[in-house]
Structure formats: C-alpha cells, structure tokens
T-cell receptor, first 115, second 116 residues
Framework: SAVISQKPSRDICQRGTSLTIQCQVD?????MFWYRQQPGQSLTLIAT?????????ESGFVIDKFPISRPNLTFSTLTVSNMSPEDSSIYLC????????????FGSGTRLTIV | AQKITQTQPGMFVQEKEAVTLDCTYD???????LFWYKQPSSGEMIFLIY??????QNATEGRYSLNFQKARKSANLVISASQLGDSAMYFC?????????????FGQGTRLTINP
C-alpha cells in the first residue's frame, strides 16, 4: 500500500496565524483527501484534492479558510488560515491508491493546538 | 446521503473476552464498501477489515471478523480474545460511489477499553 509522510506531526500556533500541512506519498495516487478530527469526535471530510484543479470542498468548509494545493499526483498541502481555538484538531491526509487496504491509506496526522 | 451510525460511545471488556462493536449504515448505493479502522491515542488510523456489498461471506482478518447482515444494514466488528493493546477508538466507515465520488464516511466511533 502507499506510504504517506505528513508534516508537521504536531504544532502549537497563535490565533490569527496560518499553518500549512504537507502530505507526500511514495507513489502516484488517484485521489487525495483531507480530514479534520475535532477533539473526541469522528473524522469529517474537508475536501478532495484534485490534481491540477481546484479542490472539491464539503459542505461547511470553504477555500478561503482551508486552501488546498495539489501540484502533482504525489503531493498536497492543506493550509488552515486565520486560526482560532476552534481549529484545534487532528488533520489527516488520506489517499486512494490502486492497491493495499482496499485503496485507502492515512497519514499519521497533524495534531494542531491554537492558543 | 450515506450515513454510518455507531451507537456505543464506550465499551469496557475483560481481557481475553470477545467483543462486538456495532455499526449500522444507510445508503441508496447498490455497490459500496464497509471498513473498520482502529485509532490508538497516537492518532494514526489503522485499517482492520473490509467488506464489499457483494461479498457473500463475512470478512475475517486474524482476530477480527465482520458480521455483515445486508438486509439489516449492519456491519458489526467482532474481536476475539481481546488484548490490552486493543484499547483504542474504533471507527466504522463506508465508501460509496455517489456521483462518481469515492469518499469515506465515518461513524461517531466507539472507545474500547480492555481491562486486565
């Protein structure tokens, strides 16, 4: 299955600032996804990162707050903009590849705390 | 719309006992897949088991088995001979193909605690 490197693993940020999370995959993948997991909650899909075009956002998530880039088939970034304490969450990158785990692999997550 | 429901927020089980984690789902798709993931305190998502909607036999992976009852739209995870290391959050998820999308939708999760 695909191997994902997600960075940073954790960070503590000041409110009002922005943080960019990186997701690097060791092979070309068809689809990449970004999830948010608020404390004690389940995973909620933020958006699907599309190679060469704008990401597809889920209801309740907007590009201005969570801009996403995907310049090629192995790399994507998620930026959390103008952060507030409510953005304190685990952010996870996931990919859908052709083999392994019936397609889906997750990064190790970024644990983000806003102070 | 697809929906996954896990009605057990927390479960406490004695070591070496079997445990069943409940999952029901709702979808209008004919083709779908059901997944179970384990999330330890470290936060990583560990794939456990998969069941396709057209699979006639229940999936098994070592100590994990999936009790798939399609008519009842349930996909319960059974862990046999539980171990202390099984203590974690467990998520049921479903993949559908609505409008070409292959997104995973997750349930609320069940926190499993194994007592020695």
């Amino acid at each position: 299955s695909a191997v994902i490197s997600q960075k940073p693993s954790r960070d503590i940020c000041q409110r009002g600032t922005s943080l960019t999370i990186q997701c690097q995959v060791d092979s070309q993948v068809t689809m990449m996804f970004w999830y948010r997991q608020q404390p004690g909650q389940s995973l909620t899909l933020i958006a699907t990162a599309n190679q060469g075009s704008e990401a597809t956002y889920e209801s309740g998530f907007v590009i201005d707050k969570f801009p996403i880039s995907r310049p090629n088939l192995t790399f994507s970034t998620l930026t959390v903009s103008n952060m507030s304490p409510e953005d304190s969450s685990i952010y996870l990158c996931s990919v859908l590849a052709q083999t392994g785990n019936y397609g889906y692999t997750f990064g190790s997550g970024t644990r983000l705390t806003i102070v | 719309a697809q929906k996954i429901t896990q009605t057990q927020p927390g479960m406490f089980v004695q070591e070496k006992e079997a445990v069943t984690l409940d999952c029901t789902y709702d979808t209008s798709d004919q083709s779908y897949g059901l997944f179970w993931y384990k999330q330890p305190s470290s936060g990583e998502m560990i794939f456990l088991i998969y069941q396709g909607s057209y699979d006639e036999q229940n999936a098994t992976e070592g100590r994990y088995s999936l009790n798939f009852q399609k008519a009842r739209k349930s996909a319960n995870l059974v862990i046999s001979a539980s171990q202390l290391g099984d203590s974690a959050m467990y998520f049921c998820a479903m993949r559908g193909r609505t409008q070409g999308a292959q997104k995973l939708v997750f349930g609320q999760g069940t926190r499993l605690t194994i007592n020695p």
